[in-house]
């Protein structure tokens, strides 16, 4: 009899390396997700494992970040000198440069200011002429203007005040010399009051004083009713203190007729004659 040996024999796959950081999942096929820091994350879940970069919420990374953060989980302000504090929330580059700055090519900063004689949004702007070349590289306005006659402040755009002696004042501040007619010698004027201003502060002068105005009126009409009122009561009184002897006086009358009218009655005699006797009676 033969005997027959049947040997099975089974094939069994071990994985003896993992997946790199930016891999995961079966044969560590799938990329990480880009949000994940550095593109590292669990070779099993595809959780990233190392925070966040641009985004909030490990290790899922769905939220953004706040305005002026960027970074590993937002944790990092955005530079300096960025334009509304806004920049790249994964590289924290500005996306446009404040005010008188612009950008250095070295360190992809807003850490430069503007060139002499520029300004404004990237240094994108010249001084206006009237600088002379030279101005406040965040808002173009002169450091030094030499203003024409009778002119002052950024770009020599506003007008010397008509107090100033000879129209003439300081071409930043404004400050001048008083006319004598305006101001003690001595003195310096400020800087000119707008016209604008004043016919304001007048016009709240006028409702002051005709409130005042008003408010005097009523009491004084208030004082002389109360007056009148006093005196009507007054004559009323009189009147009433002059009738009341005539009354009286005429009660009097009025008793002492009906009096001598009882007295006075009329008297009527009779005679009465009977059969045995005669009399006189008085009705």
């Given at each position: 009899m033969r005997l027959v040996a049947v040997i099975q024999v089974s094939f069994l796959c071990t994985c003896l390396q993992a997946c790199t950081k930016s891999k995961w999942g079966?044969?560590?096929e799938r990329n990480c997700n880009g949000r994940c820091f550095n593109r590292s994350c669990d070779a099993i879940t595809g959780l990233c494992d190392q925070g966040c970069l641009g985004y909030t919420g490990p290790p899922k990374c769905l939220g953004n970040c706040k305005l002026g953060y960027y970074?590993?989980?937002?944790?990092?302000?955005?530079?300096?000198?960025?334009?509304?504090?806004?920049?790249?929330?994964n590289s924290g580059r500005c996306f446009l440069c404040a005010f008188g700055y612009k950008m250095s090519p070295v360190s992809n900063l807003?850490?430069?200011?503007?060139?002499?004689?520029?300004?404004?949004?990237?240094?994108?702007?010249?001084?206006?002429?009237?600088?002379?070349?030279?101005?406040?590289?965040?808002?173009?306005?002169?450091?030094?203007?030499?203003?024409?006659?009778?002119?002052?402040?950024?770009?020599?755009?506003?007008?010397?005040s008509r107090r100033c002696h000879n129209r003439t004042c300081n071409s930043v501040t404004g400050v001048c010399e008083c006319r004598s007619a305006f101001c003690h010698e001595k003195a310096e004027s400020l800087p000119p009051t707008s016209w604008v201003t004043l016919f304001k502060q007048s016009l709240q002068l006028l409702h002051f004083y005709a409130?005042?105005?008003?408010?005097?009126?009523?009491?004084?009409?208030?004082?002389l009713l109360g007056k009148r009122e006093v005196r009507d009561f007054s004559i009323i009184k009189?009147?009433?203190?002059?009738?009341?002897p005539k009354e009286t006086r005429s009660e009097n009358i009025t008793a002492k007729s009906s009096e001598n009218t009882t007295t006075s009655r009329p008297v009527y005699f009779s005679s009465v004659a009977t059969e045995h006797s005669s009399y006189t009676s008085i009705l």
């Open positions: 079966e044969n560590c970074g590993l989980n937002c944790a990092t302000r955005c530079p300096e000198n960025c334009k509304e504090d806004v920049c790249d929330p807003c850490d430069t200011e503007c060139d002499s004689g520029t300004w404004g949004l990237m240094c994108n702007s010249t001084c206006s002429e009237e600088c002379q070349g030279d101005c406040y590289p965040a808002n173009g306005s002169c450091l030094s203007p030499v203003c024409p006659h009778g002119k002052w402040g950024d770009n020599c755009h506003k007008t010397c409130l005042l105005a008003a408010v005097a009126v009523v009491c004084v009409y208030v004082w009189l009147k009433i203190c002059r009738l009341r």
